[in-house]
């Protein structure tokens, strides 16, 4: 499978409209029911989102009701949209070719921001784990996957796709190599690239000011290296992968305590309102 | 790991390719542990007090399909797409009392997680013909006899629903109007068949809604104050004070409001559930109060006007008024305490008629009405 991953917010959806527009086969719906208007609003174009946005895994594939499975060699063709969390736990059966955005941390904190505010108000019990957090979290996870599994895969950042799209789209169908894509892929991709929109620059806000427990700007500095280096179309230095590793050794433990308290509260809502 | 020919130390994240390690493989890895692991002893869970006093509402999805037919399969997406439904076995395990002691409701849990010990045998069981729950009841014939039931063939594995069908999984725009519950109307009807039409028409889909049921539903809910789900991620609260063939009335809290709103605009719908039905009816307390009364006042009627012409005769009106007073002391409460008690039980009561629920699902309507006792 051609496989689209990413944060939220990070230009999944764009990458898979492209895809779409091109003519690749796509798994999963632009406008999935239940989304409601609201956030159509926030993403005009469609999410492109299936049941695999978890994964391609034991627990998604036999689909757990049906019984349909989708094999390797029937989908390499397909694209599919899944999500950091989801692409970790994926068969590398299945990563045929691996298409990662990354966007800048800040403006990811404000887009999500803008997308919670369309959303009703959340439960105000259940813990929620900082945007900022989140990025670094699922980005580190996505480095560390493709240095440990090996299968093919570009990461590119949402900023360098806005900023040239019919470059960088050229590029990565080139890399694609997929039949729908015809015998000369820059053409596809200069028929798709107008489709690519840049988002309202998001509100300034100065989110250093009120940093997550845990967090130092000494982190906020290493993401925004991370971020340069994939923007700068750099690979990443040996001192910059060391300060990462290190810097998720020191974050591990709010991470952690994040998924406990998300746990405990899954089971205190399950089991009664008081568990001791 | 993918290393760049100019920096054997850095890591390049552009247009990789698959990867082929020279070295073997670290099997060893994964090897058995040198110290096994234990498991310790420690509780993981505990019920507070108050949890226990509770009843528990356990939900389990079902596998819904067996061991497909040989032969080459198509490829099927449709099977992914999100859903706003599921379909399972829903139990609920009541609070302790004293008919149910907290060993049986130990039992219904341990009985009710059985599936999750033995997966495989759930796998390779026979697709049921009805669903547990969730589901319309559909006009199926009459139970067969035992000689008919051997005669009938194993039944055949269900129909896919209707999502299923890669036509099917076009995107869907929540703010177009679905399809009316009405238009299930339109399906043919399954045929009211004998024993022997049972044999040569496959088994109605489980998806299959009369519409008869459909309006049955919300005719049932028709006076009662409801809690609506809309499409689009709306909610609405309020009385349901009429039903028409494509729309209905509500009458919105707390505004006031009266809403005539489409059925196609509705998702789910809810009636919202009365309290339970309190285990003391006051009965007991009435009657025990009523006896202590209609002793205890005559006596102590006797023992004032014992009390009034002879007030030195001490062994005569003392033992009566005492009597008296005990009687009253407790009998008066009991009375006061069982006509609240009665009251509210009463007025569950009458609450605790039926709990009907319709929801509509991707491809139709569900609906099923609930008893209480």
New interface residues.
Partial sequence: MIVVTGTKRSGTSLWMHLLSESGVPC????????????L?VANPD?YY????IAGIYHR?NP????????APQ??RG?AVKVFIPGLVRTDVAFLDRCI?TVRGWRDYVASRERVLALQ?PPDPTVPVLPPVLEWWSQNFAL?RD???R???????SYESLVRDPARVIA?VFR?LDHPSLGPDPATAAQRVAGLVRTDPPPAARNLESALPEGLRPSHLELFDALHHA?DS?Q????TL?RALNQAETELRSVLLEHHANLNAHA?SDL?????? | ??M?LG?P???????????F?SDGPPVDAFGPPAIASRIEDDEI????A??RE?A?LLFF?T????I?APGP?S???A????R?TT?GVLASVPAPSVRTPSQARRTWLVAACMPFLWPLAAEAAEPSQSPPIQRPRDETPPAATQGESEATPPPSPPE?PAE?NPSA?S?????VTEAPPEASSAAPKPPRANASATKASPPASPFDVDPRVVDAAWEGVVGLQVDLQL???LARQGKLTAVQRETFTLIESPTGRVLVMSKASV?SLRVRMPPPIPTSTGTGLLAGGGVMLSIATPVFITGAVFLGICPSCIELHVPMLMTGIVGLAGGIPMLIYGTRRRRAYAKVVEQYQLVPHVAWT?NEWTGGVRFRF
Wanted: net charge negative.
């Fill in positions: 798994i999963g719906e632009r406008f999935p029911s239940g989304w409601g208007d609201r159509g469609g989102e299936s049941e695999l998604t689909h757990p009701l049906t019984g349909a499975y989708l029937q989908t397909h990662a009703p480095v493709f240095a440990i090996g299968y093919p895969g570009h990461v590119v590029d890399w994939i179309e690979p990443l230095s040996g992968v089971v089991l009664g309102p008081r568990l001791s | 790991m993918h760049p920096d130390t850095a890591l390049d994240l552009r247009f990789r390719e698959r990867d390690l869970a505990v019920f507070s108050q949890a509770e528990l999805q596998t819904q399909f067996g497909p399969s490829l099927d997406l099977s992914w797409s999100l706003p379909f896919l299923s999984a995107p869907v725009d929540p703010a499409k689009g991620g998702d991707r």
